[in-house]
């Protein structure tokens, strides 16, 4: 159903702009895929009238291209082997249920020896992504949390400073003095408390 209301989308647009539409056939995953199954995406698409331009463009039929991709990955060392079973994830789910489970990324730490040892079992594997590792991004969130480092801290009361120092020109009007003020109360109120980034931040929202 998604997929045909994906198409439909695809197809309006490629009629409305003059683009090409190309049917492209995700089977890739041998288990879901079938000669059946894609025999029905093509009559559905028939049926719904949706004709298309280029295609059908099957995946597994690339799948060589796809090979070489994945080996230049993990040869720059952005994608490693991942040799944990399906049987192994579903167990590791199973035990940090009720919390979601991510995958804990244990095979990137295999060492060149491991992997050459899993390599010569022939041991399946899968092919993940790189992504900045779990304590990192941890690191990363709590800094977050924390709020701005000390020498952020220092650079936004500088200019905090700035502003408070810095005169109306002498045209200014009343309203621009009054406004002035304003700026200079704002800013000694958030230097007074260390802790008060929250109002910091609720009084810059505030004004326009
Ligand atoms: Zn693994």
Not at 11 to 24: I, P
Not at 63 to 80: F, G, N, P, S, T
Not at 126 to 148: C, D, E, Y
Request: aromatic residues 8%; contains cysteine.
């Amino acid at each position: 159903m998604g997929g045909a209301r994906t198409a439909l989308f695809n197809w309006l647009f490629a009629r409305r702009t003059g683009a090409t539409f190309v049917l492209r056939i995700e089977d890739t995953d041998a288990a879901r895929s079938s000669a059946e199954m894609v025999e029905g995406i093509l009559a559905s698409m028939r049926w719904l009238g949706l004709e298309w331009d280029e295609g059908p463009f099957y995946q597994s039929q690339r799948l060589d291209l796809y090979r070489a991709i994945v080996q230049k990955l993990m040869e720059a060392d952005h994608a490693y082997r991942c040799y944990c079973t399906p049987e192994d994830l579903i167990k590791r789910r199973a035990a940090a249920a009720p919390q979601e489970w991510k995958y804990d990324g244990r095979c990137r730490l295999l060492s060149p020896d491991q992997n050459q040892r899993m390599q010569a079992e022939e041991r399946p594997f899968a092919v993940r992504f790189r992504v900045p590792n779990v304590s990192q991004r941890a690191r990363h969130a709590a800094s977050q949390r924390r709020g701005p480092s000390r020498a952020e801290r220092a650079h936004r009361s500088w200019l905090r400073r700035r502003t408070t120092t810095r005169h109306p020109t002498p045209r200014a009007t009343a309203d621009g003095w009054a406004r002035a003020r304003a700026v200079s109360s704002l800013a000694s109120t958030a230097r007074a408390d260390d802790t008060s980034r929250e109002e910091t931040s609720r009084l810059d929202r505030r004004s326009p």
